[in-house]
T-cell receptor, first 114, second 112 residues
């Protein structure tokens, strides 16, 4: 069964600290992996996209890693800010019979405190 | 500015009523999608459309209907047959299959 699992479910950190969110997936065949940021009551916004051959990709203070062998990805947030408070969703794309399908994780809810 | 607009932001439905959620995009994207988001669950696909006048059922289409008469518009109707409609509904568009989504801001539907 194609699944995407994220951990932790929720996380509270102090402003200025770093944190790492995890995404483990059991999907086949893998096409790419995206991280989205979703503010409360808003739609998700794309942060990064990674293909099979990419190990790391950065977008400002956000750095995503991908280990295709262990089927794990992480999103590292550096020097957190209050505006980082949001849910972070990992989405894996698979391609079967010529059709793309998106498998969504349940998200990690991050709260950054002053 | 190009984007995708959902309306209304909040919607209340009485039991037995049909309601329609609006989704409009000016990104010239061919593909459009409707997702449902419930607490503690990943987004679930309701319907999608890859071109005008064509749409396909997603994983949880029962109790929902859509139309795609114009490229820019993909309205979702939540019918009385949907027994548990209270949720956050997200519309998305993309250039095509396999490309990333641009999401709207969502509509929160509550049954009263």
């Amino acid at each position: 069964k194609n699944q995407v699992e994220q951990s932790p479910q929720s996380l509270i950190i102090l402003e200025g600290k770093n944190c790492t969110l995890q995404c483990n997936y059991t999907v086949s065949p893998f096409s790419n992996l995206r991280w989205y940021k979703q503010d409360t009551g808003r739609g998700p916004v794309s942060l990064t996209i990674m293909t099979f051959s990419e190990n790391t990709k950065s977008n400002g203070r956000y750095t995503a890693t991908l280990d295709a062998d262990t089927k794990q990805s992480s999103l590292h947030i550096t020097a957190s800010q209050l505006s980082d408070s949001a849910s972070y969703i990992c989405v894996v794309t698979i391609l079967t019979s010529g059709t793309y399908k998106y498998i969504f994780g349940t998200g990690t809810r991050l709260k950054v405190l002053a | 500015d190009g984007g995708i607009t959902q309306s209304p932001k909040y919607l209340f439905r009485k039991e037995g009523q049909n309601v329609t959620l609006s989704c409009e995009q000016n990104l010239n994207h061919d593909a459009m999608y409707w997702y449902r988001q419930d607490p503690g669950q990943g987004l679930r696909l309701i319907y999608y459309s890859q071109i005008v006048n064509d749409f396909q059922k997603g994983d949880i289409a029962e109790g929902y209907s859509v139309s795609r008469e114009k490229k820019e518009s993909f309205p979702l109707t939540v019918t009385s047959a949907q027994k548990n409609p209270t949720a956050f509904y997200l519309c998305a568009s993309s250039i095509g299959q396999g490309y990333g989504y641009t999401f709207g801001s969502g509509t929160r539907l509550t049954v009263v």
